[in-house]
């Protein structure tokens, strides 16, 4: 697997994700009904149009926040997450449009070893997302337990 174990992280290192997508409204309406989410400012191009200041439908803030961390995954913690501990300060500074094609960023903010398990610790990552126009449409603070490399 090609994540990068606990003593592989360092404070203040940055990815620069190379994988890119193009957000599609297909995105949005499969992601908004899987989840039961029956905003009209997602999934009805006709109020986004007549009754909203975007005049188009934005894109699902979760999957916004879901395809952030899945995009990071694979430079950073594909394989060597134990879990997900927690996200905070959640931000979408600017809306997320379908036909808009992102790009992350990852900065190491912080790292403590686990106090309860000595085979894991701690990361916090500072994730962003960007559009085309490298405007910010997202960012959080995430935690993940992640394993030490094996003895």
């Known amino acids: 697997m090609p994540g990068l174990y606990f003593e592989e992280f360092s404070v203040g290192q940055t990815f620069q994700h190379e994988l890119r997508r193009t957000v599609t409204e297909m995105d949005n309406m499969l992601f908004s009904n899987m989840t039961l989410n029956p905003q009209p400012l997602h999934i009805d191009r006709h109020f986004c149009e007549t009754q909203t200041e975007w005049g ?11 395809l952030m961390i899945g995009i990071a995954v694979t430079d950073t913690t594909v394989g060597t997450t134990i879990a997900n501990l927690g996200m905070k300060e959640v931000r979408f500074p600017h809306p997320l449009f379908q036909g808009d094609t992102v790009h992350v960023t990852s900065e190491i903010i912080s790292t403590r070893e686990s106090k309860s398990r000595p085979d894991a610790g701690i990361v916090e990552f500072h994730h962003k997302t960007f559009n085309q126009d490298d405007i910010l449409v997202a960012e959080c603070l ?7 490399k094996p003895a």
């Open 56 to 66: 188009q439908p934005l894109m699902n803030s979760l999957f916004t926040l879901g």
């Open 142 to 148: 995430r935690h993940a337990f992640m394993r030490r």
